[in-house]
């Protein structure tokens, strides 16, 4: 009984493993056949044909309008404020008289001064008449010489306080608010008001790097400012011979008229920056563009079947690609389908669009 038991239990092991392979075959077969026939071999998509138009190259950046010259006005001396002549936010000329500090001390300084050079001047020519017939040392008539000098220089010194006793303004411009009252004693780091040269300004706006070579100084660019409709327009005046680092961008300015005054500085500006405009531009649809690990693609249809063309491309717009290389006009691209396309499958085209 034993030894039937086991060639039976024999028997039902064998027949197990038989039919465990004969599965394993088929469900092989199975998935080889369902792999087969879900691969497509042809796609349904939309096309697009390549077109060459015109196309301004403009970069758009953000600015700044600035004074083309700002001071803080400070007096050179201490002294107390006699009189003050600008008007708060008032227009004023270069080397217009703007504050009067007291003076009368040093006027009294060099009227003293002068009296001791007018004695010298008549000492000295008396000595003169002496040295001629000996009664006098050539040492002394020098000391004299001497002292006229060192009054000159003493008469030179006050007048030049007296100057700083007068601010003016250095440039012309608009002056802001006054931070002094007549009567103030006020030292040299007081601020007296905020000078603004406002006519020309000066825009500053920033651009990439890469797009130095479309500037030029004296090119135009164009820019309106918020609450109001207007374009204007300046020149390019500077641009910075280095790159910032960390941004890489340059730094341009452009001179802005300002005759109207109607321009405030401290304005945000929005700028526009003419480029080269391209007669015979290729703008095809963004999202025609396949994004590779190394570069860019376009499913391009020829003789039915789908090619993938690498294309250089450059600006954006809004829904379009600037493409430099890798398309002509003419050709026809696929716009939808694109994750399911390969080199050398059938396309039909379901709509045609350029």
Same mark, same amino acid.
């Given at each position: ?175 802001? %608010?006054?931070? &002094?009252? $007549? #009567? @103030?004693?006020?030292? +040299?780091? =007081? *601020? ?6 406002? !006519? ?35 020149? %390019?005046?500077? &641009?910075? $011979? #280095? @790159?910032?680092?960390? +941004?890489? =961008? *340059? ?6 008229? !300002? ?96």
């Amino acid at each position: 009984m034993l030894f039937f038991s086991n060639k039976f239990f024999a028997a039902f092991v064998g027949m197990a493993v038989v039919s465990s392979i004969t599965a394993c075959q088929g469900n092989k077969t199975d998935a080889s056949k369902s792999k087969a026939q879900g691969a497509p071999k042809s796609l349904r998509a939309e096309g697009w044909v390549v077109t060459t138009q015109r196309y301004n190259n403009d970069y758009a950046a953000s600015g700044s309008l600035l004074p083309n010259e700002v001071i803080d006005i400070h007096p050179e001396i201490s002294g107390r404020v006699t009189q003050i002549f600008f008007k708060e936010g008032g227009i004023v000329k270069k080397g217009q008289l703007l504050v009067q500090l007291y003076d009368a001390d040093i006027i009294a300084q060099i009227q003293k001064l002068q009296a001791q050079r007018d004695l010298q001047v008549k000492m000295e020519k008396r000595q003169a008449d002496l040295l001629k017939i000996g009664g006098i040392s050539r040492q002394d008539y020098e000391t004299t010489q001497t002292q006229i000098e060192s009054i000159d220089a003493d008469i030179a010194y006050q007048r030049a306080l007296l100057q700083k006793t007068k601010i003016v303004a250095p440039f012309d411009g608009k002056i802001g %608010i006054r931070n &002094i009252s $007549p #009567g @103030a004693v006020i030292a +040299t780091t =007081t *601020i007296v008001a905020n000078l603004q040269q406002i !006519n020309p300004l000066k825009m500053d706006f920033t651009i990439p790097d890469q797009y130095r070579e479309n500037l030029k100084v004296g090119n135009t660019v164009s820019f309106n400012v918020d609450g109001t409709l207007d374009t204007l327009s300046g020149k %390019i005046s500077a &641009i910075d $011979p #280095g @790159a910032d680092p960390t +941004t890489r =961008t *340059i730094k341009v300015r452009a001179l802005v008229a !300002n005759g109207d005054n109607k321009l405030v500085s401290g304005s945000f500006a929005h700028v526009m920056i003419p480029f080269n405009t391209e007669a015979d531009a290729i703008l095809i649809p963004s999202q025609a563009i396949i994004p590779t690990t190394r570069d860019k693609k376009v499913a391009v249809l020829k003789g039915g079947k789908a090619e993938l063309n690498t294309v250089i491309i450059g600006d954006r717009t809004t829904d379009r690609v600037l493409v430099l290389q890798g398309l002509s006009a003419g050709d026809t691209i696929l716009t939808t389908g694109l994750m399911q396309v390969k080199p050398g499958m059938e396309v039909k085209l379901t709509k045609v669009r350029s």
